[in-house]
């Protein structure tokens, strides 16, 4: 199964907003409202801070939102903190064989 | 507290076999779907196996279809992964996530090094 595509890195300053794509097919992202993503900071295990595409889990700052178009699904910080400098994953449902695929990650710098 | 705590993982031989456990709390296990997702040493998350709520529905990534078994024991809030003829490239943490396509919370993870 193909992992679903990411953009290796991003930066901001703080106070930026930053946006990270996650590219599927029609199988995966495109097809379904089930894009999740995961924030992860070093030795840490990973954290659900967007579900069903554009749903933050309580607690999850509002300055993290979600989206989808077509076969692209994106997260948006806004307002970037010193904290939210981790590696950020998505992931999504498939109709394949395995039910769930994730995307490659992202490290979000932030300068 | 919603909690998962796993345990189980060490270093094994290729071609070896190791069985990882997860306990979980705070919540109840029994009505949820439940998953191991694994992360190779400095790589990205790769989802492993996930299990339905009864057990009757198990999906696996292809690299490990017919070398690992996902199960359960409801009465006992546990999930299991047995992990057969394993091999360099299933070094890994393994984590522990409830949920069949999103995932949360996590456990901490255990690592499993498979090294002669």
């Known amino acids: 199964q193909s992992a679903l595509t990411q953009p290796a890195s991003v930066s901001g300053s703080p106070g930026q907003s930053i946006t990270i794509s996650c590219t599927g097919t029609?199988?995966?992202?495109?097809?379904?409202?089930?894009v999740s993503w995961y924030q992860q900071h070093p030795g840490k295990a990973p954290k659900l801070m967007i579900y069903?595409?554009?749903n933050r889990p309580s607690g999850v700052s509002n300055r993290f939102s979600g989206s989808k178009s077509g076969n692209t699904a994106s997260l948006t910080i806004s307002g970037l903190q010193a904290e939210d400098e981790a590696d950020y994953y998505c992931?999504?449902?498939?109709?394949?064989?395995?039910?769930?695929?994730f995307g490659g990650g992202t490290k979000l710098t932030v300068l | 507290e919603v909690q998962l705590v796993e345990s189980g993982g060490g270093l094994v031989q290729p071609g070896g076999s190791l069985r990882l456990s997860c306990a979980a709390s705070g919540f109840t296990f029994s009505s949820y779907w439940m998953s191991w997702v694994r992360q190779a040493p400095g790589k990205g998350l790769e989802w492993v196996a996930n299990?339905?709520?009864?057990?009757?529905?198990?999906y696996y990534v292809d690299s490990v279809k017919g070398r690992f078994t996902i199960s359960r024991d409801n009465a006992k809030n546990s999930l299991y992964l047995q992990m057969n003829s394993l091999r360099a490239e299933d070094t890994a943490v393994y984590y522990c996530?409830?949920?069949?396509?999103?995932?949360?919370?996590w456990g901490q993870g255990t690592l499993v090094t498979v090294s002669s």
């Open positions: 992931s999504s449902y498939t109709s394949s064989s395995t039910l769930a695929v």
């Open positions: 029609s199988s995966d992202v495109g097809g379904y409202n089930y």
């Open positions: 069903d595409v554009s």
């Open positions: 299990i339905k709520q009864d057990g009757s529905e198990k």
């Open positions: 996530a409830r949920g069949p396509f999103w995932f949360d919370p």
